[in-house]
């Protein structure tokens, strides 16, 4: 069954420093989406990409934050001068457009540490 | 704007006992309803989901969930569970595509503990 992965699974890194988060969406799908989980929080949305557009974002996602679909398989996440706060579990998924059913696959998650 | 509240944030329950994990939603419109389970170090994984139709909806691993709009409630539930069960789960809901918007807004997750 195809599934959402992403990598790294984790990552510790510097506060000031940028970091890249990847998914590879399941291949037919055409939105990409980045949601996140501060720990014992609710899981947020940040943004959503079609078309090689943002199509949706919420008040979180910043200048800070930028998405890209580099190739024909892989969606970015870039964060470009983390933060502690921006220490969570970041989750990547795919939905395949098509209405009216619209299910989002998720990623098993990047655990990002910001220190 | 939408907004989840799921009431218990941990549930104990014996195996084989029946449980019920409640889920409300507050929405100025129509909405689609989720339910997503994570076990221990994975991902979500959807159980099941309401778009339209028959309000009471079947998912994976025996779970069934009920969309009552007069409650604004999606209660999710399991006649008997196994240690198996034990997990976090989240309710979601989200608009209908013709709204332009896609985002999943969660509630803040329960914790379900099945014990021997």
């Known amino acids: 069954e195809p599934e959402v992965t992403q990598t790294p699974s984790h990552q510790v890194t510097q506060m000031g420093q940028e970091v890249i988060l990847r998914c590879v969406p399941i291949?037919?799908?055409?939105?990409f989406y980045w949601y996140r989980q501060i720990l014992g929080q609710k899981v947020e949305f940040l943004v959503s990409f079609y078309n090689n557009e943002i199509s949706e974002k919420s008040e979180i996602f910043d200048d800070q934050f930028s998405v890209e679909r580099p190739d024909g398989s892989n969606f970015t996440l870039k964060i470009r001068s983390t933060k502690l706060e921006d220490s969570a579990m970041y989750f990547c998924a795919s939905s395949t457009g098509l209405a009216p059913e619209e299910t989002q696959y998720f990623g098993p998650g990047t655990r990002l540490l910001v220190l | 704007a939408q907004s989840v509240t799921q009431l218990d944030s941990q549930v104990p329950v014996f195996e084989e006992a029946p449980v019920e994990l409640r889920c409300n939603y507050s929405?100025?419109?129509?909405?689609?309803l989720f339910w997503y389970v994570q076990y221990p170090n994975q991902g979500l994984q959807l159980l099941l989901k309401?778009?339209?139709?028959?309000?009471l909806v079947k998912g994976i691993n025996g779970f069934e969930a009920e969309f009552n709009k007069s409650q604004t409630s999606f209660h999710l539930r399991k006649p008997s569970v196994h240690i198996s069960d034990t997990a976090e789960y989240f309710c979601?809901?989200?608009?209908?595509?013709?709204?332009?918007?896609?985002?999943?807004?969660f509630g803040s997750g329960t914790r379900l503990q099945v014990q021997p």
């Open positions: 979601a809901v989200s608009s209908p595509v013709d709204t332009g918007r896609r985002a999943l807004t």
């Open positions: 309401y778009l339209s139709g028959s309000t």
């Open positions: 929405s100025s419109v129509s909405v689609y």
């Open positions: 291949s037919n799908h055409l939105y």
